[in-house]
T-cell receptor, first 111, second 114 residues
């Protein structure tokens, strides 16, 4: 079955500390994975996708097929990074319109 | 350009009633998807529409239905409401239906069932 697991509900770090938000997936084919972010009182928005291999707002994520993971990392957290982060997988429908989301991790960056 | 809009933003209903939620996609976008967000289950896919046809459906009972109009606007309907249907319902649109087109989410409709 297709599934996305984010083991941490809440992650609290101090400003300037490294951050790693964990995401593991279960998918039989070739997965396509995303990280979405929702800042307070804002809409859910795409942060990055594995296929583009880019860094957005200092965040990177590498797909590790052996460990079926797609962890989100940032070397130095900023207070403005505080938000809900969701890992998502394209479902069987084959389009981004059919995403399977993890339950999310709330990142809190303390000053 | 204007983002995805959803109406109404808040809704209170009682058990057994039915409800219709509306979504207007970004101009030019033809694909619309719906998700249910609850504290317990998180974000769950409801259905996806493209060119007025339902292309995918999530694991929800038949009480949940939807449609898409020729102008790409979409509605979803929930009949015989249950307390567990209380949730934030999110709509998302994308240009076309494929893996490469980013979805843009609306602000959601907060449904409370009493």
């Amino acid at each position: 079955a297709q599934r996305v697991t984010q083991p941490e509900k809440l992650l609290s770090v101090f400003k300037g500390a490294p951050v790693e938000l964990k995401c593991n997936y279960s998918y039989s084919g070739s997965p396509e994975l995303f990280w979405y972010v929702q800042y307070s009182r804002q809409r859910l928005q795409l942060l990055l996708r594995h296929i583009s291999r880019e860094s957005i707002k200092g965040f990177t994520a590498d797909l590790n097929k052996g460990e079926t993971s797609f962890h989100l990392k940032k070397p130095f957290a900023q207070e403005e990074d505080s938000a809900m982060y969701y890992c998502a997988l394209v479902g069987d429908g084959g389009s981004q319109g059919n995403l399977i989301f993890g339950k999310g991790t709330k990142l809190s960056v303390k000053p | 350009k204007a983002g995805v809009t959803q109406t109404p933003r808040y809704l209170i209903k009682t058990r057994g009633q039915q409800v219709t939620l509306s979504c207007s996609p970004i101009s030019g976008h033809r694909s619309v998807s719906w998700y249910q967000q609850t504290p317990g289950q998180g974000l769950q896919f409801l259905f996806e529409y493209f060119s007025e046809t339902q292309r995918n459906k999530g694991n929800f009972p038949g009480r949940f239905s939807g449609r898409q109009f020729s102008n790409s606007r979409s509605e979803m309907n929930v009949s015989t409401l249950e307390l567990g249907d209380s949730a934030l319902y999110l709509c998302a649109s994308s240009l076309i239906r494929d893996r490469n087109n980013e979805q843009f989410f609306g602000p959601g409709t907060r449904l409370t069932v009493l």
